[in-house]
């Protein structure tokens, strides 16, 4: 099985981030992988790290990539770290579905 940057927390999913603040423009950017093979979801955001600026453009960020409310989201872990857990409260099969929709190639195949 392929390591991914997001788990299941009974009806809720856990997204693994690494969130890069001061970027040139708001991005979901692709995977990264640490030193001990953990995947994390790369996203880079506008905003400064001060007073929790980037971790609401973060939850922003991602409430628009996934369609899905803000308010069904919430900082789990990493407040003031670059890597952070944001948990999506009761969407695991809808992150399940997006991840699988993601994963297929150009031919309409799961890689």
Do not use: Y
């Not at 640490?34 to 409430?63: S, T, Y």
């Not at 900082?75 to 929709?101: C, P, Y």
Request: hydrophobic share 40%.
């Amino acid at each position: 099985m392929t390591p991914t940057f997001w788990r299941t927390d009974g009806e809720d999913a856990l997204l693994a981030i690494r969130l890069t603040p001061r970027s040139a423009k708001e991005q979901i950017s692709g995977l990264w992988q640490d030193e001990k093979g953990a995947v994390w979801l790369q996203v880079q955001v506008r905003a400064v790290p001060e007073k929790g600026r980037a971790n609401d453009a973060l939850l922003r960020l991602l409430a628009k990539a996934l369609h899905i409310p803000a308010k069904t989201m919430k900082l789990d872990s990493g407040d003031t770290s670059r890597l952070k857990r944001v948990r999506l409260i009761g969407k695991a099969q809808e992150v399940a579905d997006l991840t699988k929709e993601w994963m297929k190639d150009d031919n309409g195949q799961a890689d």
